[in-house]
């Protein structure tokens, strides 16, 4: 006698309501063996330390008394019962990939704002996904593990503040939301201004050239002209639409240039005795103005003239006599002699 | 943050200003104390000496302190001629000379006799300003060993306190010779503050220049009759600055005027005592009447030139005075210091016992000959040594 089996009833999997997970009647927790099927309200938890799922009541039961090893066999991992959570992707490996990846991205959080050439943003997330891989996949934990921590490291400040302001982002969303219609909006129009001029840029160009064609002007002159003018616009107007494209990354700032250098960082010689002029003649220099030897390198006549008077009043005011004996009175009073008297000391002597 | 320099602190910043420029007592102490050193350094020396001139251990028959300033005068004299026998430019000869009386503020000729450093003095001297003749050369045609002028230099450069800057006035002659010549034509005008009524009223001044004095050092005297004209004026100035120059070249270097005065100072004394109407004439152009710099200026010239006129050729030893001295010396100076050529060879290799450094040399030429000589072997030279 054959019996047949009785039709099933209950569905054997059905979606939960509340969660919209996919629940069988044949889930079966791999701790207790209790199936849904005997505990209708069976809730399976996840750990994110091994990824083990569990039912609720062995978490209760195993880790309630504080952190335990996880039962699953192969595996000890000391699990804790505030880190267990409901499984949000139905592919455990998935979970446990965007896990990574949100950690990843709470650190490596820097935007594109924050570069100044796309090729650098572009670098920046390359090395980012590699990071994410290689942590996913369990390739060279060690050294992703270190380049993670000294990335921390190097820019913890500049994490926390990227991390604000993507709080403060989100708060005022559909203001952001707002703003950047407006500004497709205002990017569509200028776009079609720009075609606008340009077309009507190459007429004027086109008629002028004819113009100036027609008065009798060199044809290849004008031509080339024409061109020139042209590229010139059109150069101007990509370097324009460079400027503010909706990239928005980091505008370079340039750096100030700078001062000449001062050789002889603000000194200045001052001739108090004698206004130099600007010739002398005299026939110790004449030959030397016209000497193409003397004037090849560079000679200039007028210095030697200045070195000259420089030369026959310098130290005319300085009264050796008197400046030595007060000098040594003073290393007499100080008890030191200092020999290497540099230029601000001769300076000091000269206002005493 | 400019600040403005005038001349006068550029020449403040000089080695020479600051090393090398006494007030006339501190220059007597100097020399006092280095020659009491050398004093009491003799009487060390002195029992050790074969000479029979000692008595007592005390230095008797001593050169004094007057004899050794005579004797380095003499030998500045005769820098001065050999550099013109080498026919080298006038720098030379002023830097040779000052750098022999600076060498001798501190040593004193008991320990380094002058003519043993008076070659070195200028070879040093044409070396830093420029006209470099090579040593071999120089040795050959001052009929000195090559090695003896050398010996002494390092001595020299410490002395020097490697200061080898002499600042002189013969530029600044030029350059105010050139100024006259052109005031004469009426080519220049005047300083600030300095009151006068332009290129051309300095010129007519010019023209109206009393005539120089009777005692004055120039060439050039008045036309008898007739006006004065600027070529008159010209030769005139041109007269008046070789005389300068012929005070420059000769008592200038042979007093201590370097040490006392600045060079501007020292070429201004010159062209006084050369011309002084025309002297006193140009400082009226240059420095302004109700500055209180000029009272002092003046004075410190007129002082300077008096230190000029006061030496004479007749001051410097003669040939016989200076033989009888060195033969003096010759008993009395330190015996330690007389072989410079080997204590200057024993620095240079470092001081340690010749013979063990020659003992090395030695052996390392032998390896290395061998060396040598057993590349060219058939086989090749010996490995590690063996064979």
């Not at chain 2, 400019?2 to 020479?16: F, G, M, V």
């Not at chain 2, 390092?154 to 002395?159: D, E, G, R």
């Not at chain 2, 600030?192 to 009524?197: A, L």
């Not at chain 2, 008045?222 to 004026?233: F, L, N, Q, R, T």
Request: proline share 4%.
């Amino acid at each position: 006698m054959s019996r047949i089996a009785p039709p099933k009833s209950a569905p054997v999997s059905k979606r939960d309501p509340r969660t919209g997970v996919v629940q069988s009647q044949d889930d079966v927790c791999p701790v207790c063996k209790s199936a849904r099927y005997m505990n209708p309200s069976l809730r399976f938890l996840v750990n994110p330390e091994c990824y083990h799922k569990m039912c609720e009541s062995c978490v209760d039961r195993m880790f309630s008394h504080g952190p335990a090893a996880c039962p699953i066999k192969g595996c000890g991992r000391t699990l804790r019962k505030h880190r267990f959570r409901e499984q949000t992707f139905e592919d455990i490996k998935v979970e446990r990939e965007v896990d990574i990846r949100k950690k990843v991205g709470a650190t490596f959080n820097r935007r594109e704002e924050d570069f100044e050439t796309l090729l650098a943003f572009n670098d920046y997330l390359n090395d980012v996904e590699d990071i994410t891989f290689n942590l996913i996949n369990g390739i060279d934990l060690e050294e992703t593990n270190k380049k993670f921590e000294t990335y921390t490291r190097a820019h913890g400040k500049e994490i926390e503040e990227n991390a604000q302001m993507a709080v403060q982002e989100r708060q005022s969303f559909s203001a952001a939301q707002k703003l950047e219609r407006q500004q497709a909006r205002e990017r569509r129009e200028a776009a079609r201004r720009e075609e606008e001029e340009e077309k009507r840029e190459v007429e004027e160009n086109r008629r002028d050239v004819l113009n100036r064609l027609a008065s009798g002007a060199d044809a290849e002159t004008v031509a080339k002209e024409g061109q020139r003018v042209q590229l010139k616009k059109r150069m101007d107007r990509q370097a324009a639409t460079e400027r503010q494209s909706y990239r928005r990354l980091k505008t370079l700032t340039k750096p100030e240039p700078e001062a000449p250098i001062d050789p002889f960082d603000g000194l200045r010689l001052v001739d108090s005795y004698f206004t130099l002029q600007d010739d002398y003649i005299w026939e110790g220099i004449q030959e030397a103005r016209k000497d193409v030897k003397q004037t090849a390198g560079g000679y200039d006549v007028g210095d030697y003239a200045h070195r000259s008077l420089v030369a026959a009043f310098s130290g005319l005011g300085v009264f050796v006599a008197d400046e030595i004996t007060q000098r040594d009175q003073l290393a007499q009073n100080d008890g030191v002699v200092s020999e290497d008297v540099g230029l601000k000391d001769a300076k000091m002597i000269h206002a005493a | 943050m400019t600040q403005h320099l005038n001349e006068d602190d550029l020449y403040r910043t000089s080695s020479q200003y600051r090393l090398w420029s006494f007030s006339p007592e501190s220059l007597a102490t100097l020399r006092r104390k280095t020659h009491e050193l050398a004093i009491t350094r003799a009487s060390q020396y002195a029992p050790k000496s074969k000479s029979s001139l000692w008595q007592d251990g005390t230095a008797v028959d001593c050169l004094n302190a007057e004899e050794c300033l005579r004797l380095v005068q003499r030998y500045l004299d005769q820098v001065r001629t050999t550099s013109d026998h080498f026919k080298w430019p006038v720098p030379v000869k002023a830097t040779a000379a000052q750098y022999l009386a600076r060498f001798y503020l501190s040593n004193s000729p008991l320990t380094y006799p002058p003519k043993e450093i008076y070659k070195t003095v200028l070879f040093l001297a044409c070396k830093t300003e420029a006209t470099h003749m090579t040593l071999s050369e120089y040795a050959r045609r001052i009929s000195t060993p090559a090695d003896e002028v050398l010996a002494p230099e390092y001595k020299v450069m410490q002395a020097l306190r490697f200061t080898l800057d002499v600042r002189q006035p013969y530029r600044g002659l030029k350059g105010v010779l050139m100024e006259l010549l052109n005031l004469a034509e009426g080519r220049v005008g005047e300083v600030e503050c300095v009151e006068t009524g332009g290129a051309k009223a300095l010129q007519a001044e010019m023209l109206a220049l009393e005539v120089p004095a009777r005692t004055a050092q120039t060439m050039w005297s008045a036309k008898a009759a007739g006006k004065i004209e600027s070529k008159d004026v010209m030769d005139r100035i041109n007269a008046a600055y070789s005389a300068a120059r012929t005070i420059l070249d000769g008592p200038a270097l042979l007093t201590d005027a370097y040490f006392l005065f600045t060079p501007s100072q020292i070429l201004l004394a010159a062209l006084h005592l050369a011309d002084e109407p025309l002297t006193s004439f140009y400082l009226r152009t240059k420095l302004p009447l109700d500055s209180d710099l000029r009272p002092k200026i003046l004075t410190t010239i007129a002082a300077c030139a008096e230190l000029l006129a006061s030496f004479s050729g007749s001051h410097i030893l003669s040939k016989d005075e200076r033989a009888a001295l060195e033969q003096k010396l010759e008993g009395c100076r330190d015996p330690s210091t007389r072989d410079l050529v080997g204590s200057h060879a024993v620095a240079k290799r470092g001081g340690d016992g010749g013979e063990e450094a020659e003992e090395k040399a030695r052996k390392k030429k032998a390896a290395r000959e061998k060396h040598l000589k057993e590349g060219d072997d058939l086989f090749g030279p010996s490995l590690n040594g063996k064979g």
